[in-house]
């Protein structure tokens, strides 16, 4: 199992940037693809951006292609979201996940880090 944990979401206002770490343990971190969700209140869950084990390969979502980008540093078993350009509809509880490839399914979801846009 592995265990991850969310944190540098905040309160920002429209145009500006954060950026989200999710920090992981419990197994060999290089070994799993790593991914960022989103939950907006009332809203299902939704993929925002994945990264595969290497860090060679990246996806987005259509909404966010161009303004986040995905990184991971397999030496600090992190993983981290940078988001620009953010916009009030940006604003959700940001979750990462692992899985055992860049499409598989994700598991050991963290506990999640709120990110608020103000417009």
């Known amino acids: 199992q592995v265990q991850l944990v969310e944190s540098g979401g905040g309160l920002v206002q429209a145009g500006g940037s954060l950026r989200l770490s999710c920090a992981a343990s419990?197994?060999?971190?290089?070994?799993?693809?790593m991914g960022w969700f989103r939950q907006a209140p009332g809203k299902e869950r939704e993929f925002v951006a994945a990264i595969s084990r290497s860090g060679t390969t990246t996806y987005y979502a259509n909404s966010v292609k161009g303004r986040f980008t995905i990184s991971r540093d397999n030496t600090k078993n992190t993983v981290y979201l940078q988001m620009n350009s953010l916009k009030p509809e940006d604003t959700a509880v940001y979750y990462c996940a692992h899985a055992d490839s860049i499409g598989g399914q994700y598991n050991d979801w963290g506990q999640g880090t709120q990110v608020t846009v103000s417009s």
């Open positions: 419990g197994r060999t971190f290089s070994s799993y693809a």
